[in-house]
Structure formats: structure tokens, C-alpha cells
């Protein structure tokens, strides 16, 4: 039986790299799937290709740092598909602007903090009413190895990743009783289309990387785990997904 057979599960981030491969992991195993990203084209493109395939996926434009935008992707899919089990707040991301503390734009701070922390905040805001009502359920978060060692010149990401470490494990305390769990993923260096467009050859968390960059598709099957009721008795957790960058 696929392992996600029957489950609601809402991405964001998922017309491209980590959350496009999620969704489409999840689709083939059994999700209904809603793909939320800020970027029209290329998540109504990727829902179509997972249809095409003969699995269940919609898209619903989503800014997920907007609280209307965020309230109306979950809206949607309780609508459609009558409740939710398994939220992944994947959307995220630094920017070229992002740097030292004491020279970067202090617009680039708040814009980090907006997508990354409070985008996640948000999500798991909207959706824990809804996993509550599904009896329990499972939030997936999207951290970063700059939360878990020391790296220097992105500064405001740094921050807002160390945010989301904290709220994942606050969350995962109280919301227990009520079965719900909440867990990070700390991804590394993910050879993505943005980070490769932004990384340097020379970059230590690169170098530094003993199994070399991963690819999207490698943290697929870990965000399948956390999804799946095989995690049952897993939460509060944070998972580095980092080829061993954070062990160095």
C-alpha cells in the first residue's frame, strides 16, 4: 500500500527543487496533494505533470509570508479535500542582499524573517485547527544547517532558521496531546536552481560537505518518513540533511 494512501497534505514552496520533489514523492504515494507557491507558472505546471501521471494534485498561489494568502491556501484545501493531514512548510530562502549584521540592509532582515520564520509561524497557525480535527497529523519544517553551526555572512537567514528551530520544538511540546507532530529537516547544501545560481565553488558550506551537495530528490524520502505514519513516535526532532557538513 503507498505509504501516504488517503492523506491530505499541503507543500509550500513546491514549484521548484525541495518542495517540488516532495510533491512529487508524496503524490505517487497516495497524497492528494496541494502545491503552494508564490510562483503561478511553474506550480501549476508541476501539478500537471503529477496529474498527468495519474496522481491527485492541485495548486493554489500562495505567499505564505501574506496571513490572507496563507489562511487561503489551507481554506482551499479543506474545501476541496475535507481536512488536512500533513502540512510541509518548505517555502524559504536567502538572497544575494542577506550578509553581516552589522552592513545588511535591514529591509533584507524583515523579508527574510517574513518568508522564513513567520511564513512558517503562519502555516502552522492556519493548519493545526484542521490537524486537530483530523484526529492528529504531522507539520514538517524547513530549517537550515546555518541554524546548526556557525557560518557567517547570512546573517538575517541564520536568524530566521534558528526561529524555526525554537517554534518547531515548542509546537511539538504542546501539541502532543492532541497527536500532532512537528518535526525539522535541516537541509545543507541542496543543489537546487536557485542555490546554484547563487553558490560559489569556494563556498565552506560546500567544501566542507564530506558526501558533496545533495540533490532535491534526496530529501524527498525523509520528508516521506516524517509525513507517513511510520513516525507515529517521532516528533520535536531536527533532522540534518546536510551530506555530514554539520558533523565537520
Keep these: ?35 503552494c507557491d508564490i510562483n503561478t507558472d511553474a506550480g501549476e505546471c508541476t501539478a500537471e505533470e503529477i496529474r498527468r501521471k495519474g496522481f491527485d494534485a492541485t495548486f493554489k498561489q500562495t505567499d505564505v509570508g501574506d496571513e490572507s494568502s496563507m ?5 482551499h484545501v479543506i474545501k476541496n479535500h475535507g481536512g488536512l493531514d500533513i502540512l510541509y512548510n518548505n517555502a524559504g530562502g536567502a538572497t544575494a542582499a542577506d550578509g553581516q549584521v552589522i552592513d545588511m540592509d535591514i529591509d533584507e532582515f524583515w523579508r527574510t524573517i517574513r518568508v522564513d520564520l513567520f511564513g512558517t509561524f503562519l ?12 484526529g ?18 547570512a546573517d538575517a537567514y541564520t536568524s530566521a532558521k534558528g526561529g ?22 535541516s537541509p545543507g547544501v541542496i543543489l537546487t536552481p536557485r542555490v546554484k545560481r547563487m553558490l560559489r565553488e569556494d563556498d565552506p558550506t560546500r567544501v566542507k560537505t564530506p ?9 524527498a524520502p525523509l520528508a516521506l518518513y516524517l509525513a507517513s505514519d511510520e513516525s507515529h513516535q517521532v516528533t ?9 557538513a554539520s558533523e565537520v
Design 71 to 75: 489562511r487561503g491556501a489551507i481554506d
Design 123 to 134: 502555516g502552522c497557525r492556519m493548519a493545526i485547527p484542521h490537524l486537530v480535527n483530523a
Design 211 to 219: 558526501l558533496g551537495p545533495s540533490l532535491p530528490e534526496d530529501v
Design 136 to 153: 492528529g497529523g504531522s507539520i514538517i519544517n524547513t530549517t537550515s544547517i546555518r541554524a546548526l553551526i556557525g557560518t557567517a555572512g
Design 1 to 35: 500500500m503507498p505509504r501516504l494512501e488517503g492523506k491530505r497534505a499541503v507543500i509550500t514552496g513546491a514549484a521548484s527543487g525541495i518542495g517540488q520533489a516532495c510533491a512529487r514523492l508524496f503524490a505517487a504515494e497516495g497524497a492528494r496533494v496541494t502545491l
Design 164 to 185: 524555526v528551530i525554537a517554534l518547531t520544538r515548542a509546537l511539538a511540546l504542546q501539541w502532543a496531546p492532541s497527536r500532532i507532530r512537528v518535526n525539522a529537516i
Design 236 to 244: 520535536g526532532s531536527v533532522f540534518p540533511m546536510d551530506g555530514g
